[in-house]
């Protein structure tokens, strides 16, 4: 598949008074976020406080796609901004939909994955990309690096993570292994997890002996878990809380209007999920640990994600 040229429009505003517009599906938070969007009110935090065009996107591409139910990709960014430092992207998520066999699949691509970055010639960590160049470069990068077409994306500063949770009453995951991080001890099996709690469930990676493996599968099981709750939300009572958060913490190329075309289109997909971690040989070089990715198994991801839904 080809790249795509640099292209960009931003969208309008527009619409009646309906109290009731859920985007159920798609709140993607940490990578994910799923964006609530319900009522007319809405509109402005969506357009302005959470709206930002990349370049590398063809958003008349991506609405043709969404007007006529076709797979779509969106890649979901989890940002780990703190003060006085740009931030990586420590969590890189595409995520593909399919309306039309009512599934969704997660692609996780790890952070040390080694990689030539888009626009700047280096080559070194793909979480790099972010520090480098932002949402667009991270955008332009993994298109590069599987030779897809994203067609939104959602960044999320990590630090908001806790808020998201909290204005959703919580979620509940199913922890594979017992261990400690921070200040909180998580049992194995069902947990029901706080906001503090999922930051902290979420971040363990060193003493995970899966280290990144696992730590990608714990945020995929935390998107799940908002995805499921958002869509047993009373969203009315509980819109303005989670736009506070959303609003603070959550960049994306959506307007409130694609919102609410995935929420009319895209809104079954949640239905089946599955998930897939590119896995590759992690070595040292020059002091800096790179994961290398064989071309079979970019090969392979590239192809699970393009054929994602054409069965």
Do not use: C
């Amino acid at each position: 598949m080809g790249r795509r040229e640099v292209k960009k429009k931003k969208r309008r505003k527009r619409r009646g008074w309906k109290v009731l517009l859920v985007v159920i599906g798609l709140v993607l938070l940490i990578g994910g976020i799923y964006l609530f969007t319900i009522i007319n009110d809405v509109r402005t935090t969506v357009n302005q406080d959470l709206h930002e065009d990349v370049s590398s996107i063809d958003t008349d591409e991506t609405k043709e796609k969404v007007d006529q139910k076709e797979p779509i990709n969106i890649l979901l960014l989890g940002v780990d901004e703190r003060e006085n430092d740009v931030g990586r992207s420590d969590t890189m998520i595409v995520m593909t939909l399919d309306p039309n066999n009512d599934q969704m699949q997660m692609v996780s691509i790890p952070r040390d994955t080694r990689v030539e970055i888009a626009g700047d010639g280096r080559t070194t960590r793909i979480n790099h990309a972010y520090a480098y160049g932002g949402s667009d470069m991270a955008v332009d990068t993994v298109e590069n690096f599987l030779d897809i077409n994203l067609d939104y994306y959602i960044r999320v500063n990590m630090e908001g993570l806790s808020q998201v949770v909290d204005a959703v009453d919580g979620v509940t995951v199913q922890n594979d292994r017992a261990f400690s991080s921070g200040s909180f001890d998580f049992e194995k099996g069902e947990i029901k997890l706080d906001g503090r709690e999922a930051l902290a469930f979420v971040r363990m990676r060193k003493n995970d002996p899966q280290g990144d493996i696992g730590r990608n599968e714990r945020q995929r099981q935390v998107i799940q878990g908002i995805i499921d709750k958002g869509a047993r939300l009373d969203v009315v009572n509980k819109v303005g809380d989670v736009m506070d958060v959303l609003g603070d913490n959550v960049s994306t190329n959506m307007q409130f209007g694609d919102m609410r075309r995935l929420a009319t289109n895209y809104s079954s997909a949640r239905k089946n999920s599955s998930t897939y971690q590119m896995e590759g040989d992690g070595r040292m070089v020059n002091g800096m640990y790179l994961i290398f990715m064989s071309e079979e198994e970019v090969q392979k991801t590239h192809d699970m994600i393009v054929d994602f839904g054409s069965e």
